[in-house]
């Protein structure tokens, strides 16, 4: 039976796991790798600051829900502003609380209507 991954792992694509795949075979040197993808340090430097990231927001404890912990993996990998990224989760948060709203009226008249019928 295969265990469920921890969050973080999942949250990464294949050129992620590719790319932390090779870093550890290069013991974590940056300089191999720079030499390996044939790229600045910069770029790679960014590349792994991204990762980093994006491995932080899809372990934040501080996530409301899944929804908002996706968002901000969307953000860390540069998919979606983080403007963009507010308002999406502004949005997500009123049409909960309207769901939950709504769940509670109707379970007020349905309580309502079992008082009607015992009259």
Same mark, same amino acid.
């Given at each position: 039976? /295969?265990?469920?991954?921890?969050?973080?792992?999942? !949250?990464?694509?294949? $050129?992620?796991?590719? *790319?932390? %795949?090779? *870093?550890?075979?290069?013991? +974590?040197?940056?300089?191999?790798?720079?030499?390996?993808?044939?790229?600045?340090?910069?770029?790679?430097?960014?590349?792994?600051?991204?990762?980093?990231? /994006?491995?932080?927001?899809? $372990?934040?404890? %501080?996530?409301?829900?899944? *929804?908002?912990?996706?968002?901000?993996?969307?953000? !860390?990998? +540069? %998919?979606?502003?983080?403007?963009?990224?507010?308002?999406?989760?502004?949005?997500? @948060?009123?049409?909960?609380?309207?769901?939950?709203?709504?769940?509670?009226?109707?379970? +007020?008249?349905? +309580?309502? /209507?079992?008082?009607?019928? @015992?009259?």
């Amino acid at each position: 039976m /295969k265990e469920s991954q921890p969050l973080w792992l999942e !949250a990464l694509d294949e $050129d992620d796991l590719q *790319f932390l %795949k090779r *870093f550890v075979l290069s013991s +974590g040197s940056l300089k191999a790798l720079c030499d390996e993808y044939g790229v600045s340090y910069p770029t790679l430097r960014a590349r792994l600051d991204r990762l980093i990231a /994006k491995v932080q927001a899809a $372990d934040d404890p %501080k996530a409301a829900d899944s *929804f908002q912990r996706k968002l901000q993996v969307l953000v !860390a990998d +540069g %998919k979606v502003s983080a403007g963009l990224a507010r308002e999406l989760w502004k949005a997500h @948060r009123a049409a909960t609380d309207e769901g939950r709203k709504g769940d509670e009226g109707r379970k +007020g008249d349905e +309580g309502r /209507k079992g008082d009607e019928g @015992r009259k």
